[in-house]
């Protein structure tokens, strides 16, 4: 009876993997869930365990492209139950008390705890494992935190779901899909068995780490991409895989061989001038980043709005000194009464609702061959937290007073900034409201927040002359820009939104009797 081991799914879009690194040989002796090799996905590298006890053939060797489904390796259970047994029996004859040890040991871990990825929203397919609190071996106990999980909209933490030793599955970094295998708890087990249940491992790795092998200095698939990029060769460097086998770790932190002893060599020959002075003196190290879920998932948006949407922009500018007059006179007492400062992003919060209400195709979106118009304003603020640009949601501010605006505004900001934001907080905005002043910027074509039909970009208020009432005059002007979604929302339509958001803001004492 014999186990056939094929290529898993390990994500949506991934049709095929590559064999890193074998742990095991052709015909050796494996147990259920040992590690067998390492693959390789174009996202994430990830074990293989073994399904089965057995013996092992080898059906795909190191390097080789195996597609999903794909046959990797096949282990003999009923031919390997009685072969290995006689050779173990004879090498542990004298320490009767030896067996017995191991299956002490085994009765703690009986009991094992499989931790899944959860669901954690319902477009979220994957989550990517951004580091653990627990160490593989230590003693967790129930719904202690043990990693932190980042998905493309938020980052969440993950608790143990039982008491007792965990085993790492996934590593930092790995893509993992929803339900994919995270981590095992071994239920009832203590520091102590932890210390005895490495013991066995011990003498099967050993043999393995022969001083020189195949895999000493040789590159694994994606480290040898890596590599080639950077113009390294592998055998320079000293793996720090098994066997001292050049890891993708080792590849993306390995730095090319600096240039300057090529140059330092070739100036000696006749040629003394000029090589001397293109010799670059500072440090010109290169640092490469994995991109977060978060990064590739609004970067994958991002261009799918501007492929997808008929998007077009409109400009208007903004006299600011009403509102500024206002806030210098009253800022103080509307922080002693409702302990928020005054911003300006409540006055263009109100103004945008007004609008929205008079021109309520700006606050619709497409939803296949049907308009979707909303009578109320979920209007989403455009944070920029330590993870990427994050938009969370006031909900209905249209029945929002000044204060409950910039209340929320805070609290929602202080979440983002702790990566802290729920999914809900962050999902179905009609409105979006971007301000890139705060970094300096005079003017941008902000890009559709989807699936909204619109986005309004704030900029730096600048004071510039203007003609007023026949006079030229310095006014503290700020630049306005209308993204769009032309499919829906026509010139006219887009012009007089903009327009009527300009007039409130011009004349604020609109906003309190709502003319």
């Known amino acids: ?33 040992e590690v067998l090799c390492e693959l390789e996905s174009d996202k994430a590298t990830f074990e293989f365990p073994a399904e089965a ?49 191991p299956v002490a040991a ?21 989550v990517t494992l951004a580091n653990w609190i627990k160490k593989d071996g230590d003693q967790v106990t129930l719904d202690e935190i043990i990693a932190d999980v980042d998905s493309d909209k938020a980052t969440f933490e993950l608790p143990a779901e039982a008491t007792g030793i965990l085993r790492h599955v996934a590593k930092e970094g790995d893509v993992l899909e929803i339900g994919g295998l995270i981590c095992r708890i071994e239920v009832g087990g203590t520091a102590s068995a932890a210390a005895n249940t490495p013991a066995p491992a011990a003498p099967v790795a050993a043999p393995t780490t022969n001083a020189e092998n195949y895999a000493t200095g040789h590159a694994s698939p994606a480290a040898s991409k890596i590599l080639a990029e950077k113009g390294i060769d592998s055998a320079t460097l000293a793996g720090t895989g098994k066997d001292g086998r050049v890891t993708k770790e080792d590849a993306m932190t390995a730095s090319a061989p600096v240039a300057s002893p090529a140059p330092a060599t070739t100036p000696s020959p006749a040629v003394s001038a000029a090589p001397v002075v293109t010799t670059v003196s500072g440090a010109r190290a290169v640092r490469r ?36 007059d206002l806030r ?27 609008a929205l209400k008079e021109w309520p195709a700006v606050n619709a979106q497409i939803d296949g061959n049907e308009m979707v118009f909303h009578d109320f304003c979920d209007i989403s603020i455009a944070v920029s937290a330590p993870k990427g640009l994050v938009v969370p949601v006031i909900r209905n501010a249209e029945n929002l007073s000044f204060d409950q605006i910039e209340k929320e505004i805070v609290r929602l900001a202080g979440k983002a900034r702790d990566n802290k934001l729920s999914i809900e907080e ?34 730096n208020i600048v004071e510039r002359p203007i003609a007023e009432n026949g006079q030229v005059v310095i006014r503290p002007m700020m630049y306005l820009a209308l993204s769009y979604d032309h499919r829906i929302i026509d010139g006219r339509e887009s012009v007089s939104f903009l327009v009527r958001v300009k007039q409130l803001l011009e004349d604020p004492t609109r906003l309190m009797f709502g003319v």
């Open 328 to 354: 210098s006179k009253f800022k103080d007492q509307f922080k002693e009464k409702h302990g928020v400062g005054l911003g300006f992003m409540s006055f263009f919060t109100k103004a945008v609702c007004v």
């Open 426 to 459: 962050m999902t179905g905005g009609t409105f979006t409201i971007t301000n890139g002043g705060v970094f300096g910027s005079m003017m941008s074509t902000p890009i559709i927040n989807a699936p909204q039909s619109a986005i309004l970009g704030m900029h």
């Open 289 to 324: 980043e994995k991109m977060s879920s978060l990064r590739k998932t609004v970067s994958r948006r991002l261009v799918a709005v501007k492929n997808e949407t008929a998007m077009l922009t409109t400009f208007n500018e903004v006299n600011m000194k009403p509102i500024m």
């Open 106 to 126: 085994a009765n703690p871990a009986s009991s094992i705890k499989e931790m899944v990825v959860p669901t954690v929203g319902e477009s979220i397919t994957e």
């Open 53 to 101: 006890s057995g013996t092992l053939r080898i059906k795909a060797k190191e390097g080789e492209t195996v597609e999903i489904g794909g046959l990797i390796c096949v282990i003999e259970a009923s031919a390997t139950a009685a072969a290995p047994n006689p050779v173990a029996a004879a090498a542990v004859v004298v320490p009767a008390a030896a067996p017995a040890a």
């Open 1 to 33: 009876m014999s186990k056939e081991m094929r290529v898993p799914t390990v994500g949506e879009s991934i049709s095929e993997v590559t064999v890193g690194q074998w742990f095991k040989k052709d015909g050796d002796q494996v147990q259920l869930d």
